[in-house]
């Protein structure tokens, strides 16, 4: 309920699933829905209310990332994506609750990663990913359907080759991802991790801050996810232009700046670590 995104596709695929099983007259309790809605607006109000009192509802946006054909097949895979098709045919057919609700889930979700030809702004991988639950379970209860009297031993034999095909492929995706922090900026955290005072602010390019407040603690201007940040402070006249005061550092609260290891000094500063390639200044005022 914390992450908006996966909060309102949870609620939407709850109503949109009672809506379908309402309409097609099966034995549920559609006042429940409320139930659900309300008991999980109450839990979500206990991270969300504070924020709003304090910063108003601020929703940014973020720009469109479509997907074409071969990627939905690329980030799904080729195996999922067959047993999944053939099992909302399966649930299609037998339209069991846990069906229809599997189904919808599927359907909506891949309608919404396509909502950007209608001019809405989506994350199509990202929501992409809320189909994976859905489909894999169609997938999974495809083969719970199946009856054999006969050739059981081949059938075991299938869902090994599955198994084995699935742990491989994961393993292969697991060993080809490359850490996207450096050796420098692991070496930067340390750094803080044991010289830092961890009470005043780091003020770097963003990228390097979540492995330094991960690591050592020490406070960040950005942190994790600053192009979604509300409030902030202005990193670029600490690290580009130099034009901030003795004011502005008391007021940010900024005691040290990171550079690329460059020949210029930042002032009401001085060098106090450097590595491969960054500099790290302890500000004095």
Known sequence: MTHILSASIIL????????????????????NLLIILGSGLLLASVWYAPLIVKYGFVFRSPATSSLPLEGYITHLGVLLTILSLAGIVHAAGRREKKDVIMAVWTVFVLAL??????GLKVLSDRILYFALFPMATLSANLFNSIRINNGKWSFYAIILLISLYCIY??????????????DSELDIAEWFRYNGDHATVVVSD???????VAVSGQ???AGGYAPGTIRSINVEKYISSFNYTKHDIMRDR???????????????SRLVYR?????VYRVNV
Do not use: C, M
């Open 275 to 279: 590595n491969r390639d960054f500099s």
């Open 12 to 31: 939407a695929v709850v109503t949109l699933s009672t809506i379908v099983l309402y309409i097609g007259k099966y034995d549920i309790r559609p006042w």
């Open 206 to 212: 963003y990228h390097i801050q979540p492995a330094i």
């Open 219 to 221: 406070p960040v201007s």
């Open 113 to 118: 990663t396509a909502a950007y030809l209608l």
């Open 169 to 182: 492929d994961g393993y292969s995706l697991a060993s080809s991802i490359k850490l996207e922090v450096s």
């Open 254 to 268: 900024v005691g040290y700046i990171i550079l690329d290891n460059e020949e210029r000094t930042p002032p009401y």
